[in-house]
């Protein structure tokens, strides 16, 4: 079993997941009103069908967390304890993801997007930046 299990890509998702592999952050603009999302079909906030795809800065803060001591998925069993959180990107959408680094973990903490891979997949963590 790989650590952490992957999602498989949907028709929403395959960019974002194709760009993660490629250690990249790739965000879409909707061409329509310019909304920033991570991965949709349809834009939530004028309908839109268009979208321009860019690259994330990676900076954001954490915007929740919580640190995990029970394993609710057999994958996580060997890494606890781990903390993962929410993270509100500079460009605004927000993700889940591991919180790395040795910092204090703390809502509003800056954090750093990274790249690791997992059996040829690319995934994003986020390094807590100290201050």
Same mark, same amino acid.
């Given at each position: 079993?790989?650590?952490?299990?992957?999602?498989?890509?949907?028709? !929403?998702?395959?960019?974002?997941?194709?760009?993660?592999?490629?250690?990249?952050?790739? *965000?879409?603009?909707?061409?329509?009103?310019?909304?920033?999302?991570? !991965?949709? *079909?349809?834009?939530?906030?004028?309908?839109?069908?268009?979208?321009?795809?860019?690259?994330?800065?990676?900076?954001?803060?954490?915007?929740?967390?919580?640190?995990?001591?029970?394993?609710?998925?057999?994958?996580?069993?060997? !890494?606890?304890?781990?903390?993962?959180?929410?993270?509100? *990107?500079?460009?605004?959408?927000?993700?889940? #993801?591991?919180?790395?680094?040795?910092?204090?973990? !703390?809502?509003? #903490?800056?954090?750093?997007?990274?790249?690791?891979?997992?059996?040829?997949?690319?995934?994003?963590?986020?390094?807590?930046?100290?201050?």
């Amino acid at each position: 079993m790989s650590f952490p299990p992957i999602p498989e890509p949907d028709a !929403a998702s395959a960019g974002f997941f194709a760009a993660l592999d490629a250690q990249r952050l790739e *965000l879409r603009r909707c061409t329509a009103c310019g909304t920033v999302h991570l !991965a949709v *079909l349809v834009c939530d906030a004028c309908g839109g069908s268009g979208f321009a795809p860019f690259l994330a800065s990676g900076a954001g803060i954490v915007h929740s967390f919580t640190r995990l001591h029970m394993a609710h998925h057999p994958a996580f069993a060997e !890494a606890l304890p781990l903390t993962a959180g929410v993270v509100e *990107l500079a460009e605004g959408p927000r993700l889940f #993801a591991r919180l790395v680094g040795q910092g204090p973990c !703390a809502v509003g #903490a800056p954090v750093m997007a990274e790249f690791s891979d997992c059996d040829g997949r690319g995934l994003v963590v986020f390094s807590l930046i100290a201050g």
